[in-house]
């Protein structure tokens, strides 16, 4: 053992002298490339950065268009008179009612005169006037929006309009001052409006008033929408009046003043109500029926899968041999937003877990085969664990086509911004096994994109199940596997459940 | 020491003169391992290519409490060299021992000149078969422990300590020999 030092000890003295250099490993000869500085690092961050704000704010304008878009369709009774006034002003509307109201002036009555003359006419004659026979007719014409008029009109009176009229109520609104302006310049003079009926209906004809002519179909509409609301509490007979009287009035009126904005808080519930049922638009109805369906073919998701990956790794690489690709885990949650039956919108965070084996072969003793003589190897052989994390939040755009009725193949596309969690298990430089630490040179952010296939089967009205393929490539430096060893393709298969959010 | 962890904030500033410096002053101690371990002449270029470039990008990572340079140093050294010659290392693994002792005879008789000095030990180093030659370098010279010597080239502690009396055995009956 002694002999052992001492000769260890000569050899290693030997050696503590360090040789010369041949020229050939000159500094001037060799050919480094030096490793990016800190504040280089800084800079490429700070462009990833930007890059993966940039994705992020697109992805999130496209998802804030298409809710905008959706809420149109979602919207409450309030919105759809919004929409209904927005429909009013399109001129083959218009051109439809001013020629309607054309025929409608039957009378040869003073601009003036003729609101006092209808309302002593209709305090001293209970029946229709001859308007209400143009009524009919023009229901004859056409029949969906003349039964609403008539309707409407009949269900306002004589009674109604005299003493919503001839009625005075101290308290005026803002709106009210205004028609109390109108009806002197209209000559219904000395007739203060004073219930909310009233003041809707003198609302109306201050609309009328300042209309051009091609304006008053529709806010006659409205006004026999108001008068209606007015019978709803007179409960009097019917008979058509006060959108005739009104009509007529306004159509000459010389005041030139902006149609006025109907303020939905003005009026009560029932009014709305029948606003909507009265409106004879067939477009503001099929956007209602179309918000239906919209909202019933958003669904909610999730989805579990295996994943496969590849590993970007150098021949020379000490690795190489020891780091293998093997199955991981995927989940996903997201909603689906299905634009039309052909198109739809996936939002979706998805969490992928990438599985690779670390090898570690190490020699035992060997065994010799006295029988046989011949000496047996034996090697000792772990596998390592590894895990590397990252969660990511997906876009997509889907085309679905339906088979048969019976289930519905989609294909589409997606892009991600991913960012790893983190990456456990083990690795070597040589051949000692140490714990894996995540490289910091490569970023912890990833830029996912692919494409999707897959194929939904419905169970019942509200479920689905599904089954679909994905193929994502990372276009940003990689996800971190094991030592200078990315991956930057996967794929995955995912069995997915989803729910139909409404019926 | 301290003026490597100056020279090392220097590097780390990207100032290349450092990278200059630090390669100077490292580069014979370099290539004496590099010798050691049987680096032949047409690849010794690379492998120090190959170490030097893995200094440099793990600089960064250099705790100066856990370790003197030097001695970081020397481990990404060996483990270079042994990651070089991994392929051979495998392929000595699987071939049986007695088969050395009779390729050494003749190896031995050819090329010694002097006796006992630097050059001829290394000759003989040389001229050992590839796992005496690490094993022999990892504990004597370098001042590795079985159990490290061990996991470096995935042998057990005790197949070291055999190999490493074989390799003791081997350069002195060579001396004696001579």
Redesign the interface.
């Known amino acids: 053992m002694k002999n052992?030092k001492e000769?260890?000890k000569y050899?290693?003295g030997?050696?503590e002298?360090?040789?010369?250099?041949?020229s050939?490993?000159n500094?001037e000869?060799?050919?480094?490339?030096?490793?990016q500085?800190?504040?280089?690092n800084d800079k490429t961050n700070y462009k990833k950065y930007i890059g993966i704000l940039l994705l992020l704010l697109f992805t999130t304008s496209i998802g804030y268009f298409y809710f905008n878009e959706m809420g149109i369709f979602t919207k409450t009774s309030s919105s759809l008179l919004s929409t209904d006034e927005s429909i009013f002003s399109k001129s083959n509307f218009r051109d439809n009612v001013s020629s309607r109201l054309e025929s409608k002036e039957p009378t040869n009555l003073q601009l003036n005169e003729r609101p006092t003359q209808l309302v002593s006419e209709l305090s001293t004659n209970e029946s229709p006037t001859s308007n209400y026979t143009f009524e009919e007719k023009n229901k004859n014409k056409d029949k969906g929006i003349a039964q609403n008029t008539v309707t409407k009109i009949n269900a306002s009176t004589k009674k109604s309009v005299l003493q919503a009229e001839l009625s005075t109520d101290k308290k005026t609104t803002p709106i009210l001052n205004k028609q109390d302006d109108l009806a002197s310049n209209n000559t219904v003079k000395g007739t203060n409006i004073s219930t909310s009926q009233t003041n809707n209906l003198l609302n109306v004809k201050q609309n009328k008033a300042n209309l051009p002519k091609s304006y008053i179909g529709h806010t006659s509409i409205i006004g026999t929408n108001e008068t209606s609301k007015a019978k709803t509490k007179t409960e009097s007979n019917s008979i058509e009046t006060s959108p005739v009287l009104s009509q007529t009035n306004l159509v000459q009126s010389s005041i030139a003043n902006p149609l006025p904005r109907i303020q939905i808080s003005n009026l009560p519930n029932t009014e709305i109500s029948n606003l909507a049922i009265a409106t004879p638009f067939p477009k503001a109805k099929n956007n209602v029926q179309k918000s239906k369906n919209k909202i019933k073919m958003s669904e909610v998701f999730i989805g579990y899968g295996y994943n496969t990956f590849n590993l970007n790794i150098d021949d020379t690489d000490?690795l190489k041999d020891k780091v293998n690709n093997v199955r991981g885990s995927s989940l996903k949650a997201g909603i689906r937003l299905n634009k039309n039956t052909d198109w739809s919108v996936s939002l979706l965070l998805k969490y992928d877990q990438y599985h690779s084996t670390f090898d570690h072969?190490?020699?035992?003793?060997p065994i010799v085969d006295f029988k046989n003589l011949r000496?047996i190897?034996r090697e000792e052989v772990t596998f390592h664990n590894n895990y590397t994390n990252t969660i990511g939040l997906q876009i997509g755009l889907e085309r679905n086509v339906k088979v048969l009725n019976l289930f519905q193949l989609y294909a589409g596309m997606n892009i991600a911004p991913t960012y790893t969690l983190s990456a456990k298990g083990k690795t070597t430089?040589?051949?000692?096994?140490s714990d894996l630490i995540y490289d910091n040179d490569i970023s912890k952010f990833a830029l996912n994109g692919g494409m999707n296939l897959g194929v939904i089967y419905p169970i019942n009205s509200s479920l689905n199940i599904e089954l679909a393929y994905q193929y994502n490539r990372i276009f940003l430096d990689g996800i971190f596997i094991n030592n200078d060893i990315i991956t930057n393709q996967q794929n995955a298969l995912f069995f997915t459940i989803s729910y139909k959010l409404k019926k | 020491m301290n003026s490597d962890i100056n020279i090392i904030k220097d590097c780390?500033?990207?100032n290349?003169l450092a990278?200059?410096h630090l390669?100077?002053k490292y580069?014979?101690?370099c290539?004496?391992i590099c010798?050691?371990y049987s680096v032949s002449k047409s690849e010794?270029?690379d492998v120090?290519?190959i170490i030097?470039?893995q200094v440099?990008?793990s600089?960064?990572n250099y705790d100066s409490e856990k370790s003197k340079f030097k001695t970081w140093f020397t481990h990404i050294c060996?483990?270079?060299i042994?990651?070089y010659r991994?392929k051979q290392i495998k392929q000595l693994?699987?071939q049986?021992f007695d088969d050395f002792t009779e390729s050494i005879g003749s190896h031995t008789e050819s090329n010694i000149e002097d006796s006992m000095?630097?050059q001829h030990?290394l000759s003989l180093i040389k001229q050992m078969p590839n796992n005496y030659q690490l094993v022999f370098n990892l504990?004597?010279?370098d001042g590795y422990s079985h159990k490290?010597i061990a996991?470096?080239?995935?042998?057990?502690p005790?197949?070291s300590r055999v190999i490493l009396n074989r390799a003791?055995r081997w350069?002195?009956k060579n001396l004696i020999h001579i």
Do not use: C
């Open positions: 052992h000769f260890d050899i290693k030997l050696f002298k360090d040789p010369e250099v041949p050939e490993l500094w000869a060799m050919d480094f490339d030096f490793p500085t800190t504040e280089q000490i072969i190490r020699a035992l003793e000496r190897k430089e040589n051949t000692i096994v | 780390l500033q990207g290349q990278y200059k390669y100077e580069i014979s101690y290539y004496g010798i050691r010794i270029k120090v290519q030097f470039s440099f990008n600089l960064k060996i483990n270079q042994l990651s991994r693994q699987t049986d000095d630097k030990i504990f004597i010279i490290e996991e470096q080239l995935d042998i057990s005790e197949s003791r350069v002195k």
